[in-house]
């Protein structure tokens, strides 16, 4: 019977990109649609001056998928990350703790708020088989309405979603392991018995400090 889990954001903590912009650059040019990727960034940095929450952000990122075959982006998720396995692409540190764990029967979780197509390749190659993730809205015939439900998994929506985890599996948070690398991680790292920092030169470790957590 499963005891714990080890729970991992996956953007800069697992990987040194941000999966879902680089995603949506190589989508973009395997599309020939260089225009749209443009507006999107530039809509994108605006909106981030603006002050723009990063919930709503998430949701504008999204709906850029409106009408898109939900086959069609795991197809492309595959390819995509065909081209990342390059010597670079994961943080080391963190990848060997994950394997520590998975080595002490310790089930590895992705939580993040990038989406399936994109972080199954992933958690494929680590060995992961749960992933909690963005909530995309995808209709009967198999095509995104560019809408995502709830909880977003991205601030405390992590925590949300990796206490409704850890109900379902009947294991507690308090048993739990969890990595992240920014301050936005918080919730999810103050919800589990051992939370652990990426990063030794950030904020979220400069927190991680004050309240004596292990940075790697």
Same mark, same amino acid.
């Given at each position: 019977?499963?005891?714990?889990?080890?729970?991992? $954001?996956?953007?800069?903590?697992?990987?040194?990109?941000?999966?879902?912009? $680089?995603?949506? $650059?190589?989508?973009?040019?395997?599309?020939? =649609? @260089?225009?749209? %990727? =443009?507006?999107?960034?530039?809509?994108?940095?605006?909106?981030?001056?603006?002050?723009?929450?990063?919930?709503?952000?998430?949701?504008?990122?999204? +709906?850029?998928?409106?009408?898109? +075959?939900?086959?069609? %982006?795991?197809?492309?998720?595959?390819?995509?990350? !065909?081209?990342? #396995?390059?010597?670079?692409?994961?943080?080391?540190?963190?990848?060997?703790?994950?394997?520590?764990?998975?080595?002490?029967?310790?089930?590895?979780?992705?939580?993040?708020? !990038?989406? +399936?197509?994109?972080?199954?390749?992933?958690?494929?190659? %680590?060995?992961?088989?749960?992933? %909690?993730?963005?909530?995309?809205? &995808?209709? =009967?015939?198999?095509? #995104?309405?560019?809408? &995502?439900? &709830?909880?977003?998994?991205? /601030?405390?929506?992590?925590?949300?979603?990796?206490?409704?985890?850890?109900?379902?599996?009947?294991?507690?948070?308090?048993?739990?392991?969890?990595?992240? $690398?920014?301050?936005? =991680?918080?919730?999810? #790292?103050?919800?589990?018995?051992?939370?652990?920092?990426? /990063?030794?030169?950030?904020?979220?470790?400069? @927190?991680?400090?004050?309240?004596?957590?292990?940075? &790697?």
């Amino acid at each position: 019977m499963q005891k714990s889990a080890a729970f991992f $954001d996956v953007d800069e903590t697992l990987i040194t990109i941000k999966s879902m912009f $680089d995603f949506y $650059d190589f989508w973009c040019r395997e599309n020939n =649609d @260089h225009e749209k %990727l =443009d507006r999107y960034m530039t809509h994108f940095r605006a909106e981030v001056n603006k002050g723009t929450s990063r919930e709503q952000l998430n949701e504008e990122y999204y +709906r850029q998928f409106a009408g898109i +075959r939900y086959k069609k %982006l795991e197809e492309a998720g595959e390819k995509w990350f !065909s081209t990342k #396995l390059y010597s670079s692409f994961f943080i080391d540190s963190a990848v060997a703790f994950l394997k520590k764990h998975q080595a002490d029967n310790t089930p590895a979780v992705f939580v993040s708020g !990038s989406m +399936r197509p994109v972080l199954a390749p992933i958690a494929k190659y %680590l060995g992961v088989k749960d992933i %909690l993730c963005a909530p995309l809205e &995808i209709t =009967d015939e198999g095509i #995104l309405t560019g809408e &995502i439900g &709830i909880p977003q998994t991205i /601030g405390s929506g992590k925590m949300e979603a990796l206490i409704q985890f850890c109900s379902q599996m009947r294991i507690s948070p308090n048993d739990c392991y969890a990595y992240g $690398d920014d301050l936005s =991680d918080i919730p999810m #790292l103050e919800s589990v018995g051992y939370p652990v920092c990426v /990063g030794k030169s950030t904020a979220l470790a400069r @927190h991680a400090k004050e309240k004596c957590w292990p940075v &790697i």
